[in-house]
C-alpha cells in the first residue's frame, strides 16, 4: 500500500532544505533592504514603508548615501498648491489631481485645512484670520499674521510642530515720527542635514542701504546684522524709497531684484554677505517682466521669464575667452498667456487663467497638470519633503529606536 512504513524501522530522515528557517523580509542585511527601498516608485511610498518598524527606519535615516541617490531616481512629489487667501481667511489647499495611493494617503494624513492654526491650546488662538504665506518648502509653511505681529512656521504633514514667532519689530509708524525703514520680505532657510532647525531671514531696507534680521529656532531669539551700503543704489535718479522686489531663494542665496531692472542684491545665507551683480541683459530695463531664478535638476542656476507667449530659459555659460555669462538656453511657445509660480528642482511651475501648468528645464516640454480651481493672485506648490522622522534620530522616534535596542 502507497505510504506504508514500517513501524519498527527508523523514520527517514528530513530533508534539510525543507526544515531550514524560511528567510524572511526581516532578516534582511540593511544594504539589501536600501536596495529594495530604491525601487519603490516614489517618497510617499518610502515613508509608508520604512515607518513600518524601527529597525526601517534607522536603516533609512542613517543613510546620507541612500537619501542622495533616492532624490535622484525619484523627483519629490506635488502634494498641491497652496494659495494666499484674498480676505481675512486661513490660506487654501488644492491637491494635485493623482492616482497615486500612498501620495493621497499623505494628503488625507496632513492637516491641510490649517485647523492647527485654530486650535485653542496652541500659540494663536487668539489671532485673526489673517495668515499670509510668505514662503514654502521642503514642507514647512512661513506664515504671517500683521495683526497677531506673529510668524507661523507649519508643517502640514507633522500637524503639532507649528512654531510661532513674535515678529522682530513694530512695523507702524508713530504719529509725527519719521519713516521707518522699508519692510520687505522674509523668508524659510532649512537644512537638509537638520531638518528640526531653521533660520527666517527678514530684509529691511532705506534709501541706499539694507539690513537684515536673522531668527534662529535654536536659539529662539532674532539677530539684528549692521547696516550695509548699497553703492550701486542711485537715489538721485530713483527717487522712489519701494527701489527693491520681493526675493527668491536659490540653494542657500537670497535674490532681491532692483525694481528699476538694472541690478540684483544678493545675500549669501551661510556667511550673511550682501553683495550686487547686474541683470543679464535679457532682463535690464524690462520692469513689466516677471521672471524667477531656479535650478535645473542638476543644480545648475537658471533664470526663466516670459515674454509675450514665449517662456525663456537663461542658464550661465563660458564663452570662449572663458568668461561665464548669461544665455539663452531655450525657448518654449504656448498658446495663452502664462503666469510664473515657482521653480523648484529643474521644473517650472505657470498657472493660466483655467489650468495649473509644469515645465521639464530638461526636456523643455509642457504638461498639464490639473485645473485651476481658485483665483488667489499668490501660489506655492506644495512639494512633499523628506520627512524628519527619516534623517538622524529625532524626537519620538529617538525614543523608538533606544527602546528598541534595549530590548
Request: aromatic residues 10%; charged residues 25%.
Amino acid at each position: 500500500m502507497a505510504g506504508f512504513r514500517d513501524p519498527t524501522q527508523p523514520p527517514a530522515e528530513k530533508n534539510p532544505k525543507l526544515s531550514a528557517t524560511p528567510t524572511t523580509i526581516a532578516a534582511l542585511g540593511e544594504d539589501l533592504l536600501l536596495d529594495i527601498f530604491l525601487r519603490l516608485p516614489s517618497l510617499a511610498t518610502l515613508v509608508r514603508a520604512a515607518l513600518t518598524c524601527p529597525a526601517w527606519r534607522r536603516a533609512v535615516a542613517s543613510s546620507s548615501t541612500f537619501r542622495r541617490r533616492f532624490r535622484e531616481l525619484h523627483p519629490a512629489p506635488l502634494l498641491g498648491i497652496v494659495a494666499k487667501p484674498l480676505r481675512d481667511a486661513l490660506p487654501a489647499f488644492t491637491p494635485a489631481q493623482r492616482r497615486d495611493g500612498d501620495v493621497l494617503a499623505a494628503i488625507r494624513g496632513g492637516d491641510f485645512a490649517f485647523t492647527s492654526l485654530l486650535d485653542p491650546d496652541g500659540g494663536a488662538c487668539d489671532a485673526p484670520l489673517s495668515w499670509e504665506i510668505h514662503d514654502c518648502r521642503d514642507g514647512y509653511l512661513l506664515l504671517l499674521n500683521w495683526d497677531a505681529k506673529l510668524l507661523a512656521v507649519f508643517n502640514p504633514l507633522a500637524r503639532r510642530c507649528t512654531e510661532y514667532i513674535n515678529m522682530p519689530f513694530d512695523t507702524s509708524t508713530p504719529a509725527g515720527e519719521k519713516e521707518r525703514p522699508v519692510s520687505l520680505d522674509v523668508h524659510l532657510i532649512t537644512s537638509d542635514e537638520d531638518p528640526m532647525e531653521f533660520n527666517l531671514v527678514w530684509l529691511i531696507y532705506e534709501k541706499s542701504r539694507v539690513q537684515v534680521t536673522v531668527f534662529a529656532s535654536n536659539t529662539g531669539s532674532w539677530c539684528f546684522l549692521p547696516w550695509v551700503g548699497v553703492a550701486e543704489r542711485a537715489p538721485q535718479h530713483d527717487a522712489d524709497k519701494h527701489w527693491l522686489c520681493s526675493g527668491m531663494q536659490v540653494d542657500g542665496i537670497l535674490y532681491w531684484p532692483f525694481k528699476n531692472r538694472e541690478h540684483m542684491l544678493k545675500l549669501d545665507t551661510e556667511t550673511m554677505e550682501f553683495s550686487v551683480s547686474e541683470l543679464p541683459p535679457y532682463l535690464k530695463g524690462q520692469q513689466d517682466c516677471k521672471f524667477f531664478i531656479g535650478e535645473t535638476k542638476g543644480r545648475e542656476p537658471c533664470i526663466v521669464y516670459c515674454t509675450g507667449l514665449n517662456i525663456c530659459v537663461l542658464k550661465r555659460k563660458t564663452d570662449d575667452g572663458g568668461v561665464e555669462r548669461w544665455v539663452l538656453d531655450g525657448t518654449v511657445h504656448y498658446e495663452k498667456k502664462l503666469r510664473l509660480v515657482a521653480i523648484w528642482d529643474g521644473f517650472v511651475y505657470y498657472v493660466t487663467s483655467e489650468m495649473v501648468l509644469l515645465l521639464c528645464l530638461e526636456t523643455m516640454k509642457i504638461e498639464n497638470l490639473f485645473p485651476r480651481s481658485f483665483r488667489a493672485h499668490h501660489l506655492y506648490p506644495y512639494i512633499m519633503a523628506w520627512p524628519p522622522s527619516l534623517v538622524g534620530n529625532f524626537r519620538s522616534f529617538a525614543v523608538i529606536q533606544d527602546n528598541a535596542r534595549n530590548q
